[in-house]
T-cell receptor, first 116, second 111 residues
Framework: AQSVSQHNHHVILSEAASLELGCNYS??????LFWYVQYPGQHLQLLLK??????LVKGIKGFEAEFIKSKFSFNLRKPSVQWSDTAEYFC??????????????FGKGTHLIIQP | EAQVTQNPRYLITVTGKKLTVTCSQN?????MSWYRQDPGLGLRQIYY???????DKGDVPEGYKVSRKEKRNFPLILESPSPNQTSLYFC??????????FGPGTRLTVL
């Protein structure tokens, strides 16, 4: 079975600091990759996604992620975080088999706290 | 507006009392899923459905049932809820590439 590992369970940063959240997955075949964000008290929202093409993808609110196939990684980055980025971040991987949700696996999440 | 709706949003019940959480999507997606979210465990898939009348178990199906009689609806049924099913539940519908659209969540407490 595939697995998704998020290295940091809790991250605390000051405003304007740079952010990188790690995500590694175990499946060796073709994958679709996602980062979701969950703001306090809300449901999950898609931050960005990678299906194919340029391995550097840009999402909403200044976030980006880089797919490195050789490292099975899809790390999330933001050059300068804001207090409003305080949230839980989930990496998710879908095995591309022409199917859909049956192959989607989530990481355990990273709780990001931005201090003013 | 594309959306996934769930009801109820909050539910407090007692052990053994059957309950149903409804889920509906308006995006004509074939794939729908139920997840539970628990602190430190992330999201775990309970059941998923690839189309009408086609459902399958996810990672934590014990104690749950689902049905998919229509494409837009995917209710979650707890026949005999227990306290260990106290959790935050999310319904999601999925594009063919796996991009999930989540409902607002249902916070369930089983006493």
């Amino acid at each position: 079975a595939q697995s998704v590992s998020q290295h940091n369970h809790h991250v605390i940063l000051s405003e304007a600091a740079s952010l990188e959240l790690g995500c590694n997955y175990s499946y060796g075949g073709t994958v679709n990759l996602f980062w979701y964000v969950q703001y306090p008290g809300q449901h999950l929202q898609l931050l960005l996604k990678y299906f194919s093409g340029d391995p550097l993808v840009k999402g909403i609110k200044g976030f980006e992620a880089e797919f490195i196939k050789s490292k099975f990684s899809f790390n999330l980055r933001k050059p300068s975080v804001q207090w409003s980025d305080t949230a839980e971040y989930f990496c998710a991987v879908n095995r591309y088999s022409g199917g859909g949700a049956d192959g989607l696996t989530f990481g355990k999440g990273t709780h990001l706290i931005i201090q003013p | 507006e594309a959306q996934v709706t769930q009801n109820p949003r909050y539910l407090i019940t007692v052990t053994g009392k059957k309950l149903t959480v409804t889920c509906s999507q308006n995006m004509n997606h074939e794939y729908m899923s139920w997840y539970r979210q628990d602190p430190g465990l992330g999201l775990r898939q309970i059941y998923y459905s690839m189309n009408v009348e086609v459902t399958d178990k996810g990672d934590v199906p014990e104690g749950y049932k689902v049905s998919r009689k229509e494409k837009r609806n995917f209710p979650l049924i707890l026949e005999s809820p227990s306290p260990n099913q106290t959790s935050l539940y999310f319904c999601a519908s999925s594009s063919p590439y796996g991009e999930q659209y989540f409902g607002p969540g249902t916070r369930l407490t089983v006493l």
